[in-house]
């Protein structure tokens, strides 16, 4: 079997790391098996939905390693969902329901004082033509429900019905359709919610795993209600665990804190948030994967935890580091071109500063450091300018290597006496301006000999 994938995001905002988590989820699940990744807008909310947001969506997928096979607006396919309805009216599965929202909270709350499930009565399939009428002349105007199949024969006496699936990531699970309420496919003004829509085009365009988070796991079982009711076989289902704040909210697409665009210009690198996003919450251990392929090997599933997964974005940080470190000039040559980093000089200079980095981005001004001098004025103590300029008057003559460091402060500490950071640290300062950073001795044959005079203070 050919696996086809879907990632349907709702274009009303910017994707987060935890949207991130389905799309990777999706996306490895069908390199693994050579199948096809379909991105698909969620788009019928016309009034909140915005193409500013879908080309930003993919623009970061793009970013992060992800570029669709087919990309499909919901928009643009309102006729074949109308079909849809039309046939789920005609075989009496959709009925219309004319309750206001107060109403439903009147009669939820009611429920409950009775210690009774808060499911829908499905009072409306009691209303006969001339009452629909009457609320046709209030001007109300219908949701419509679709009638889950939980009964035997009086939609009033609902059964224990059991779907059962084998998820993906779950592994055997049970909804029972009597304990739930019909859902609503249709809204009052007509538009629909996400629930048919996502059903008629699963069929459509032959998908044959959905793979989401466990917060629809409910949901599932009346989904293959509605595939069955179509005339279709339910594609295969998986509920992978979600992704909360440290104090275990949720992540919010509106919020905009955790939106893939806010990462990638903190300088964080793709492959650290698709590693933190895929391998948390899972078995195995978060690690930084340099590549896709690489990522792709430590993906299961099935490793998934059933209980969420608290995302602290410090460790992102991490990851971003171990992955900087460990970059080669080779990966990294194109980016440093970009920052003005290039010739002959570049890769020993990559060498130096890599291990130092936070993001490649600071790659660009320790370059300034090394080609014209600190980016500020060092603060040096009397005693310390002084020190320094004996320690320059000390300066071996070229050729300089690796052990030039070396060879010049044995010399200044036998010159001076001074030894440890007391003798180091000015020297860093009055070199770099930061009393942190790469190696001296690996940074020292970049400055060269005039250079390093030209920092005389």
């Known amino acids: 079997m050919s696996v086809t994938v879907r990632f349907a995001p709702s274009p009303t905002g910017a994707i987060h790391i935890g949207n991130a988590r389905t799309a990777l989820f999706n996306w490895l699940f069908a390199r693994k098996n050579r199948g096809k990744f379909i991105l698909r807008f969620d788009d019928t909310d016309t009034q909140r939905s915005r193409q500013e947001y879908a080309d930003r969506i993919q623009e970061d997928l793009h970013w ?38 107060d109403e439903l909270e009147r009669r939820r709350k009611i429920r409950l004082s009775r210690r009774l499930p808060p499911v829908y009565g499905r009072e409306a399939l009691k209303l006969g033509d001339e009452e629909r009428a009457k609320f046709e002349t209030e001007g109300r105007r219908p949701h419509w429900r679709f009638l889950l199949p939980n009964f035997s024969s009086d939609p009033f006496q609902p059964e224990r019905t059991e779907i059962h699936w084998d998820d993906v990531v779950r592994g055997p699970q049970t909804v029972d359709l009597a304990s739930i309420s019909d859902p609503v496919l249709v809204r009052e003004d007509g538009t629909y919610l996400y629930t048919l829509p996502s059903v008629v085009d699963d069929i459509e365009m032959g998908v044959t795993h959905v793979i989401r988070g466990d917060d629809h796991v409910t949901n599932t079982g009346a989904q293959i209600a509605i595939f069955r009711a179509l005339g279709a076989k339910e594609p295969a289902f ?19 804190a955790l939106s893939l665009g806010i990462l990638r210009e903190a300088g964080i690198e793709p492959m650290a948030v698709a590693s933190l996003a895929v391998l948390l919450g899972t078995s195995e251990s978060v690690s930084a994967a ?46 440093l071109a970009n920052l003005g980093i290039s010739g002959s000089s570049a890769e020993p200079f990559w060498l130096a500063v890599r291990g130092n980095l936070e993001t490649f981005a600071e790659a660009g001004d320790w370059w300034k450091i090394v080609r014209k001098g600190p980016q500020k004025q060092p603060e040096l103590s009397e005693e ?60 020292l044959p970049l400055l060269g000999r005039e250079g390093v005079l030209a920092r005389r203070p």
């Open 64 to 101: 992060l390693g992800i570029d669709p096979d087919v990309t499909v607006h919901q928009s643009a396919r309102f006729e074949t969902y109308d079909a849809a309805v039309e046939r789920l009216k005609e075989a009496g599965l959709l009925y219309p329901c004319y309750e206001t929202a």
């Open 238 to 256: 998986g509920h992978h665990n979600l992704l909360t704040t440290i104090s275990g909210e949720g992540l919010s697409k509106r919020s905009g």
């Open 290 to 335: 340099r590549s896709m392929e690489e990522l792709a090997e430590l993906f299961d599933p099935a490793s998934a935890s059933k209980s969420s997964a608290k995302f602290d974005p410090a460790e992102l940080k991490t990851l971003n580091r171990a992955l900087l470190h460990a970059m080669s000039f080779e990966e990294a040559r194109d980016r």
């Open 384 to 443: 310390d300018v002084a020190f320094v300029r004996s320690a320059f008057d000390l300066l071996p003559p070229e050729p300089w290597d690796a052990s030039t460091w070396k060879t010049w402060t044995g010399t200044v500490k036998d010159a001076t006496g001074r030894k440890g950071r007391a003798l180091f640290m000015p020297l860093r300062l009055a070199l770099t301006g930061r009393d942190s950073g790469p190696e001296l001795a690996d940074l």
